[in-house]
């Protein structure tokens, strides 16, 4: 039974490493929490149902088009909102992502109302199969192994690519990037869509077993800031490695005090280390 609960915390906690992915770049790169974070996940879910319900395509074939979406989302942010408020302080810019938040969320009832949707009969179904007597969705396995490779390719194109080295430099220090030639603010912009990206990516994931309503990514927002905390702001490894010990501490909780109470757990720890370790588990 152990052993169930753990293998299930493990496929959930890395689709929310994808999603904190995202998040962490902006707040690493550009030192911004983006209180929007949530909704761009949300509209990902409601790119993917309408391309389902309008055009009759699974949201995993669907994914490359949603992905470019919520990049172009990300983008448009970062030069309608974000630079404009870059140049001042911090509080001002944290404000005018949750404003953002609002923005997206009122829109997405305005436009689609609360009711429920689900993607129905999906080209993977929610059916188990059973491991050493632990029975597996096939949905999650499929979500869970997409989040991993999704968040291998975002670590490749930052190491790798002449792009993400120009990231990462501009996130060690902005002046000395923009000294030898680097454009930092076509690199924020890139960076915002990026996060973009990495949202609409799980987003596309999570569609076939998410229901969709105008407050479904609510508490994936609160989990993302959680796990970027955990694992050290800008730190695409930690994000990985504590999206999955959050998912874990999620379903343990879950079945030794509670589904009502299994978030405590989480947030039980997390206080903890930032006690301990305030720049995270894996933060210098």
């Known amino acids: 039974m152990i052993g169930q609960i753990i293998i299930n915390g493990l496929l959930n906690g890395a689709v929310y490493a994808l999603v904190a992915v995202g998040l962490s770049l902006t707040w690493g790169v550009m030192d911004i929490v983006n209180f929007a974070h949530g909704e761009f996940l949300l509209w990902g ?30 983008v448009l942010t970062y030069l309608v909102v974000i630079k404009r408020v870059l140049k001042v302080s911090g509080l001002t810019a944290l404000l005018a992502t949750f404003g953002l ?4 969320k009122n829109l ?70 923009q000294l030898v030639g ?7 912009a890139i960076t915002f ?9 799980a987003a596309a994931l999570m569609a076939s077993f998410t229901p ?13 800031f959680v796990i970027v905390a955990l694992g050290g702001f800008g730190n695409i490894k930690g994000a990985l490695f ?8 999620e379903a343990l909780g879950g079945y030794f005090i509670g589904t009502s109470f299994k978030y405590l757990v989480v947030f039980l720890i997390y206080l903890i280390v ?9 933060g210098w």
Not at 101 to 104: A, H, N, W, Y
Not at 120 to 133: A, D, E, R
Not at 182 to 188: A, E, G, K, L
Not at 242 to 249: P, Q, R
């Open 212 to 224: 969709i309503y105008p407050e479904a990514c609510s508490l994936y927002s609160t989990l993302a």
């Open 108 to 177: 997405t009832q305005f436009f689609w109302t609360a009711n429920y949707r689900n993607v129905t009969k999906p080209l993977v179904s929610n059916q188990s199969f059973n491991i050493f007597g632990m029975y597996i969705r096939q949905d999650y396995v499929v979500a869970a192994a997409g989040a991993l490779l999704l968040t291998l390719l975002v670590t490749l194109f930052l190491n790798r690519t002449k792009t993400g080295v120009a990231i990462k430099a501009t996130s060690i220090n902005k002046s000395a990037a």
């Open 182 to 188: 680097i454009d930092t603010n076509r690199i924020y």
């Open 101 to 104: 938040s609002m923005v997206l």
């Open 45 to 74: 879910l409601y790119s993917s149902f309408w391309i389902w319900a309008l055009m009759g395509l699974d949201p995993l074939i669907s994914l490359p088009i949603v992905v470019v979406l919520i990049f172009a989302l990300g």
């Open 274 to 282: 930032m006690q301990i370790r305030p720049r995270g588990l894996f």
């Open 193 to 201: 869509g990026l996060s973009g990206a990495c949202v609409g990516a």
């Open 242 to 249: 504590a999206g999955l010990i959050v998912g874990v501490v």
